[in-house]
């Protein structure tokens, strides 16, 4: 028989009662992962299976699966050994921490991502890292605030990312550490146009308001008044041509990032700069 926390094997008891673990580090173990996981639906979770039937693969699906559902703050050691029905310590053999965890799952959802542009000129390549990471926040919401931070997850598809866009400058006359604030002048641009429809989501989920009923209430409403008081002449065109509010988000997008690719272009010392051919 074994540990009923991390499996290890138990000596046959002589005589009461059988033990269920191999020792009150176990058995505290055990008491805190109920004790965590008292909120999980049990019907949901998955069944127990053999450790052996597990791997880190397996692991990371788990627990981005379980982010992309409930968000990065719902992720825990407990909860994804319960999402693959075996013992929290179990999760150890596979990764040996939480941030190691987060850091393997930002990798793996990296490696979704398309293959890096083909050379054709450091507008090209920023662009397409551009979108590509917008369209992973769009995939993986719970991403963002991982990523969002002065302190990210610095595993090898993270620096593969950034790496490629100061390979993209280099020969421009900028030294590294110009380089580097150039991608984070990209990547935050992006991550800031990103945070506007995380929070639109976060504001539908809250209110179960959809953006285009809040904009027509708005409309109708004091936002109405104080266009009609013609302090804003600019927002009143806006309403008069029927401002259709916070949905075109990708127009948006794309409209920024061409100007903060042009504002590089000026730094760079280039003029007449190609235009992306999205556009």
């Not at 769009?138 to 990210?152: D, E, F, G, M």
Request: aromatic share 6%; with cysteine; proline share 6%.
């Amino acid at each position: 028989m074994g540990c009923a926390q991390c499996g290890a094997e138990l000596p046959v008891a002589s005589r009461g009662r059988p033990r269920r673990y191999c020792g009150r580090a176990c058995q505290a173990r055990a008491y805190r992962a109920r004790k965590d996981g008292a909120g999980i639906n049990r019907r949901s979770a998955a069944r127990p299976r053999a450790a052996a039937e597990i791997n880190r693969a397996g692991v990371l699906r788990a627990a981005i699966r379980l982010a992309d559902a409930e968000g990065m703050p719902a992720v825990s050691m407990q909860r994804v050994a319960a999402q693959l029905g075996i013992a929290a310590m179990t999760l150890y053999r596979h990764v040996r921490s939480k941030d190691e965890l987060v850091t393997a799952m930002v990798d793996a959802v990296l490696a979704e991502q398309s293959p890096p542009a083909p050379s054709g000129g450091w507008r090209v390549q920023l662009e397409h890292e551009a979108r590509q990471e917008w369209q992973l926040y769009q995939r993986h919401p719970w991403v963002l605030p991982v990523l969002a931070s002065t302190r990210p997850p610095l595993g090898g598809a993270v620096l593969a990312a950034v790496d490629r866009s100061m390979t993209a400058l280099a020969g421009h006359g900028l030294d590294h550490r110009a380089a580097l604030s150039t991608y984070l002048l990209v990547s935050g641009y992006v991550q800031g146009m990103a945070l506007l429809v995380a929070a639109e989501s976060q504001a539908v989920r809250d209110t179960g308001v959809r953006p285009e009923i809040w904009w027509s209430r708005a409309r109708s409403g004091r936002f109405a008044g104080l266009v009609d008081s013609g302090w804003y002449p600019w927002l009143t065109e806006l309403v008069v041509d029927d401002f259709p509010g916070p949905d075109p988000v990708d127009g948006w997008f794309d409209f920024g990032l061409q100007r903060v690719l042009d504002g590089v272009a000026v730094h760079l010392g280039e003029t007449g700069a190609a235009q992306s051919t999205s556009d």
